[in-house]
Every structure is written in C-alpha cells, then in structure tokens.
C-alpha cells in the first residue's frame, strides 16, 4: 500500500498537504483567507456601481451567497426528505435469503 506522503506519483502541492495535520492545515486555511482579504485594499478598483467600492464588499456577498445556499439546502432537504424505510419494499436488504440445494457450498 502507497504512502500518501511519499507517492511520487502524486503531484508536490498534493504531498505537501499530506503531511499536515488538521490544526496546522486549518491555520494554512485561516493565512490564505486573511492574505486574500487583505489584498482587497491593494488595489484600485475600477467599480460601475457605487455599492462596489465599499470595502470588503466582494467577500461579504460571497459569504452572504454560502449563507443562503446553505439555508436553501436546509430547507430543500426538510421539504424532500424521505423516511428510513421509503424504499425498503425494493430493496436488495429487504429480499429473502437464496436457499441452496445439498450439495452446494456457498
């Protein structure tokens, strides 16, 4: 079995990754979000619509849009959602166990 860690057939930022553990990869995480949000204040942009310069608007409606997707699955998933046993009838678990002859030896 290959070690995910010294696969060389895997790519390096893939080897990397694998070496970290979840609090270190989770600060990784934390620093990219951070340097990218300090990076809106880095530049000039060139907005058409005056609610497109306020600072930081970009991150707040990306963070808004997962906010209302998630709740919109939420919601979908209680509206759809089936009982346990809503297949059961055709289900392979629920067929009777294969009886064999004499002889056989499953």
Not at 4 to 14: E, M, R
Not at 49 to 66: C, I, M, Q, R, T
Request: glycine share 4%; proline share 6%.
């Amino acid at each position: 079995m290959m070690n995910a860690k010294t696969d060389t057939s895997l790519p390096a930022l893939a080897r990397l990754l694998c070496r970290l553990d979840g609090k270190k990869l989770f600060w990784l995480l934390v620093l990219a979000g951070v340097l990218l949000t300090l990076s809106d204040f880095a530049y000039h942009r060139h907005e058409i619509f005056d609610f497109e310069a306020v600072p930081l608007f970009y991150a707040g409606f990306a963070a808004a849009s997962v906010l209302v997707l998630a709740l919109a699955a939420a919601i979908f998933r209680a509206l759809f959602k089936r009982p346990e046993t809503f297949y059961a009838p055709f289900s392979t678990d629920s067929e009777p166990p294969l009886k064999t002859q004499e002889g056989d030896h499953a």
